[in-house]
């Protein structure tokens, strides 16, 4: 049999040639490039699935967001609330008029709810007197701010008061700051101090 012997068509060869595992799969031969492509059938509902679940997806997050913004607006307008609330009443409770001390105690028993009005009241005589004997004062509110939020709604702010008088005779001004912590509660449409503490 002569080495030069021609393989009629279709006809096996006489060797094969062994080929490293790694170069066996780069002979293969490679697969029609339509093989991957989607039938039209199919196509329309995949993609209107895709898409549907794509807007399914943009709602859910969109909504999530909307909730927190809401959230988070809420509690800054109640904060704004409350502190201006808080920030005209220190504002009015440090103003002392001698010549009006009955509308001055009636203007806080308005504003007061719980243990702070229970004992506002009690002393009303005290207060009444005190108011009389003093001197004209010119209340400031110098700061306020949430220390926190309590379970019942009510909230703890600290607040920054500056009190300005005068001496007996009018010539020397004095000024006071003080500090405070105040409760304010909620009732119906309208905040009302249920505590106060001066901070030493």
Known sequence: MSPRRQIPPGEEPLYVEQLPKSTLWSRLPSLPRQWWKPSRRWAVPAMAVVSTLLAAGAVTTSSLVLVEHKSQHNEAMRDVDVLGFVRAFMTGFTTLDPFHANAYFDRVMANATGDFAKQYHDKQNEILVQIARAEP?????????????????????????????????????????????VTAQREGNQWKISSMQQVI
Request: charged share 25%; aromatic share 8%.
């Open 137 to 181: 004062t010119k209340g400031n509110t110098l700061a306020v701010g949430v220390e926190r939020w309590n379970d019942d709604g009510s909230a703890n702010v600290m607040v920054a008061t500056d009190v300005t008088f005068k001496s007996p005779d009018g010539k020397q001004k004095f000024d006071n700051t003080n500090r405070w912590v």
